[in-house]
C-alpha cells in the first residue's frame, strides 16, 4: 500500500486549499482513510477521517465546520477540503490509511494507521 500527498501550499488566512491523497493497493473502499497534521515542535494531530461503505466523517473540534473530508473509491483518492484557514492550521498534513477498525475514538489515534503517505505542506500567513 502507498499513498501519495499533494495539494500543499501558502495562502493567506481565511483562503482555501484541498488536498488529495492518491492510494495504491487492494481493495481501497474497505479502508479507513484519515489526515494527520504535525506542526513544528508539535506531535502529530489527528484532523479528519472516512471510514469505508458510506463513508461516515469525524472531524477534530478545531476544524470542525471549516474542513470537509471525502474519497472516492472509484479513483483510489481521498481529498480534504480546507476552507476559512487560520495560521493555527500550518502544519504538514499526512494521509494514513488502515484495513483495521478497533473503535470509533481509536480511529483519532495515529497508531491506529498502518500506512502512511509523506506529507505536504500547508503554511497559512496571517
Known amino acids: 500500500v502507498q499513498l501519495q500527498a499533494s495539494g500543499g501550499g501558502l495562502v493567506q488566512a481565511g483562503g482555501s486549499l484541498r488536498l488529495s491523497c492518491a492510494a495504491s493497493?487492494?481493495?481501497?473502499?474497505?479502508?479507513?482513510m484519515a489526515w494527520f497534521r504535525q506542526a513544528p515542535g508539535k506531535e502529530r494531530e489527528f484532523v479528519a477521517v472516512?471510514?469505508?461503505?458510506?463513508?461516515?466523517?469525524y472531524y477534530a473540534d478545531s476544524v470542525k465546520g471549516r474542513f470537509t473530508i471525502s474519497r472516492d473509491n472509484a479513483k483510489n483518492t481521498m481529498a480534504l477540503q480546507m476552507n476559512s484557514l487560520k495560521p493555527g492550521d500550518t502544519a504538514v498534513y499526512y494521509c494514513?490509511?488502515?484495513?483495521?477498525?478497533?473503535?470509533?475514538?481509536?480511529?483519532?489515534?495515529?497508531?491506529?494507521?498502518?500506512?502512511w503517505g509523506q506529507g505536504t505542506q500547508v503554511t497559512v500567513s496571517s
Open positions: 472516512i471510514t469505508w461503505g458510506l463513508g461516515s466523517t
Open positions: 493497493g487492494p481493495s481501497f473502499s474497505s479502508w479507513i
Open positions: 494514513s490509511a488502515t484495513s483495521t477498525f478497533r473503535s470509533v475514538p481509536a480511529m483519532r489515534e495515529a497508531t491506529h494507521y498502518n500506512y
